[in-house]
């Protein structure tokens, strides 16, 4: 089993959700806004609260999670195409005032910015998006967010490289020395996999005991812990504004000892959506 093999990344892209906070907090919030809208259109609020609840947590990404949670109240499907309007915007419309982030992950950005430049890559509707980026504070310190739901809507979601292609060409580096940092392997994997570059899977949150295919070059249990290997490749700045770094790295464990795969490769095009740091 090698390390990493090869020139290190020129930028690092992270997720947005389950990656750098967890998105069961925004969820709640969001279902907790439909059940209110749902009593002010006259429908038992609670009973849809907590259908839409129990859709969500069976998959957050699924589509028709309102759609399903009123047919589970009871509701008659002939009354949807009325219902679902106002509801589907108390869910788009949700602006949480603060979502908590993962321990560490603001120290480690920080670390991360100060080495390489710094994007994110994140999937859904973009107003939905845009408010967990200001829920959680962090978009201060993401200088690029590419939401891909802007560059063709669900069709130019990760695994699709049409994100991490934006980036590259927004930064001005070869898409495959991009290196992904995401909690799901169907998705973050894949997308670096799609443009020639290598991930490092981050296990927790709504996927964290998704099987690890395709395999990421390295698996670790928290956000701080995949920086801290990522700039074990590309290094930590000194006070000269030099970067030291730590060649051929071995391979990262996964929480059950096993030693995960390294991978890497060659790939690249484009589109966007950047946003401006404050």
Do not use: N
């Not at 709640?28 to 947590?57: C, F, I, S, T, W």
């Not at 699924?62 to 759609?67: A, V």
């Not at 408010?131 to 201060?140: H, Q, S, V």
Request: proline share 9%.
């Amino acid at each position: 089993m090698t390390g990493w093999a090869g020139p290190p990344p020129l930028a690092v892209v992270v997720d947005l959700d389950d990656t750098l906070y967890p998105q069961a907090s925004y969820l709640a919030g969001a279902a907790a806004a439909v059940g209110a809208a749902a009593a002010a259109a006259g429908l038992d609020g609670a009973a849809v609260h907590a259908a839409l609840a129990a859709e969500l947590a069976a998959g957050s990404d699924t589509g028709g999670t309102i759609d399903r949670a009123l047919l589970a109240t009871g509701v008659d499907p002939a009354a949807l195409p009325a219902l679902l309007p106002p509801l589907v915007a108390a869910f788009t419309g949700h602006v949480p005032d603060r979502l908590p982030t993962y321990p560490g992950v603001e120290a480690a950005l920080t670390a991360l910015a100060a080495a390489v430049p710094l994007a994110c890559l994140t999937d859904g509707a973009p107003v939905v998006q845009r408010a967990k980026l200001a829920g959680t504070g962090l978009d201060r310190l993401l200088p690029l967010v590419v939401l891909s739901d802007s560059l063709g809507g669900r069709a130019t979601r990760k695994p699709s490289p049409a994100g991490l292609l934006a980036i590259a060409a927004r930064l001005g580096v070869p898409a495959d020395r991009l290196l992904m940092i995401g909690d799901r392997p169907g998705k973050d994997v894949a997308v670096a996999a799609a443009v020639g570059a290598r991930a490092i899977r981050v296990r927790q949150g709504e996927y964290a005991d998704a099987p690890d295919v395709p395999a990421a070059w390295a698996v670790t249990d928290t956000f701080p812990e995949a920086v801290t290997c990522a700039l074990s490749v590309i290094g930590h700045p000194t006070g000269d504004g030099h970067l030291t770094r730590r060649q051929d790295v071995p391979a990262r464990h996964s929480r059950t000892g096993a030693l995960l795969s390294m991978t890497g490769a060659p790939g690249d095009q484009v589109a966007t959506e950047p946003r401006a740091g404050r």
